[in-house]
């Protein structure tokens, strides 16, 4: 029987090793690309959740649409609220164009989702308006 050369042995082993390196290096540095994906996917999480967060409380939107329309300078306009599942609709048929400008300075600088706003005039001094407001 031939014995085995010691030199082949090596041989291989060194082949195996440099093998066995390179294919380490490739894993560290797709290893490092899903780090990269998955922080990225983590900060889009984070920022979506304070969306959440602020455009979807029910409750503080509820209370400070309230709070906007029990407003005294809208005490003649007459604004009708009907709440649903996921939405607050206000609407007013003849509303006076200081009362609306009220109305859309605090509306329109607070955090809500606005779904739509009609705003219609009936005549030189009074519009009509419907806003639906959603979480």
Do not use: C
Not at 55 to 71: C, E, H, M, P, W
Not at 94 to 101: E, H, K, T, V
């Amino acid at each position: 029987m031939r014995s085995v050369n010691p030199l082949h042995v090596l041989g291989l082993l060194v082949v195996s090793a440099v093998f066995m390196f390179v294919e380490l290096q490739k894993v560290k540095n797709e290893l490092k690309e899903e780090e990269k994906i998955y922080m990225t996917s983590k900060h889009v999480a984070q920022e979506l959740l304070a969306y959440k967060k602020l455009f979807g409380d029910k409750k503080r939107v509820y209370n400070a649409l309230k709070k906007i329309t029990s407003q005294r300078s809208l005490k003649n306009a007459h604004l009708k609220i009907s709440s649903r599942e996921n939405s607050i609709r206000i609407a007013s048929k003849s509303m006076d164009l200081q009362a609306l400008n009220s109305f859309l300075s605090k509306l329109l600088n607070g955090t809500y989702l606005i779904q739509s706003l009609r705003i219609s005039r009936i005549d030189p001094k009074h519009v009509s308006l419907d806003v639906e407001v959603t979480w």
